[in-house]
């Protein structure tokens, strides 16, 4: 297959690039590096079927050639980014929604649409199915994301029934391995890096908030069952197993076991949902898909890959 990949620098689209590259798919990755980096994909860079295009796909595109696949995977996701780069945001949730199936349109191939579990905001059902349509503020900090998202559902749905687009759409919950940038503002990666530099991790308002994260590896399976399918309403894909945030950081401490830090308490963020659990259910039904990788494995894999690689190593501080 040829398969066009937008965001293919990011966490998850770097981890796409390499498992339909390892397949023996051809790959062009777009991606304009604002939250991004090459050095995801350097490893792909020599080979023969993998190409990057650095480009913003909220500006059209022209591909040569046929795609079978286009996996539009472009955008900020932290929030500390998306409230970076507001506008951007709405542009590549709009407009490089857009583009990516104007292209899928032209080339009559199939489009992804990765979406997010922000879709429902801070939610008032729990766990949340994919019939739940959420309790979103759309004028508050989180809006610009949330709402690009929900716009780009909306797109991918009227491109599908208006075009015939074979689209699907992915919500994809918190989710957290290695590529993770160590700035990027999330929960996992920032109390990794805290707790590898002797820092104190910062949990905000009480800790109490929940989520529900799922190791790269077990998302990226679910995503390639999606592709193959023919499920054109969303699907959730996220791991059920919620925790507290104060949870995850003890947890972060245990794992760390050289670790001087300890957990200092700031001010909880504006509109920061309360809860968060996928309702998997439609997921393990038709696609037969279920997370495999529990936090302890998941989070000893990312703290070596985030040691290793962003040359952090235990520290008392
Ligand atoms: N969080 C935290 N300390 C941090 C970063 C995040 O306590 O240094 C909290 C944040 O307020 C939220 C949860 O961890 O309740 C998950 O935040 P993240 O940014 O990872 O993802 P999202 O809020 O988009 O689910």
């Not at 937008?6 to 790959?27: K, P």
């Not at 777009?30 to 080979?47: A, Y």
């Not at 109490?208 to 995503?223: A, K, M, N, P, V």
Request: glycine share 8%.
């Amino acid at each position: 297959m040829n398969v066009l990949i937008t965001g293919g620098a990011g966490f998850i689209g770097s981890h796409l690039c390499e498992r339909l590259v390892a397949e023996g798919h051809h790959v062009i990755c777009v991606d304009n590096l604002i939250t991004g980096t090459r050095v995801n994909v350097s490893h792909l860079q020599s080979h023969g079927r993998f190409q990057f295009l650095e480009h913003n796909i909220s500006q059209p595109l022209d591909v040569e050639g046929p795609l079978d696949h286009i996996l539009h995977f472009a955008s900020p996701a932290s929030p500390p980014d998306y409230l970076k780069y507001p506008i951007q945001t709405l542009k590549v949730g709009s407009l490089g929604t857009l583009n990516a199936l104007g292209i899928a349109k032209a080339k009559g191939a199939k489009f992804l649409l990765a979406s997010t579990s922000e879709v429902y905001g801070d939610p008032q059902v729990h766990p949340q199915p994919e019939g739940y349509w959420g309790h979103v503020n759309p004028v508050g900090p989180r809006g610009v994301y949330d709402e690009a998202k929900r716009f780009a559902e909306a797109l991918t749905m009227a491109y599908h029934r208006e075009h015939g687009v074979d689209t699907r759409i992915v919500r994809i919950f918190n989710s957290y391995g290695p590529r993770m940038r160590l700035d990027d503002g999330r929960a996992i990666p920032t109390f990794i890096a805290q707790a590898l530099r002797g820092e104190p991790l910062t949990v905000y308002g009480d800790g109490s908030q929940t989520r529900s994260f799922c190791y790269i590896d077990d998302l990226i399976e679910g995503i390639r069952r999606l592709m193959d399918s023919d499920l054109h309403e969303p699907v959730n894909l996220g791991n059920p197993d919620e925790c507290a945030i104060l949870e995850i950081a003890k947890r972060v401490l245990t794992y760390c076991k050289e670790t001087a830090s300890r957990i200092e308490f700031r001010p909880l963020p504006q509109d920061d949902p309360k809860q968060r659990q996928p309702d998997v259910t439609k997921a393990k039904t038709l696609l037969k898909w279920q997370p495999a990788i529990d936090l302890e494995e998941g989070l000893s894999k990312t703290i070596a890959w985030l040691s290793r690689y962003a040359g952090l190593s235990p520290s008392r501080g």
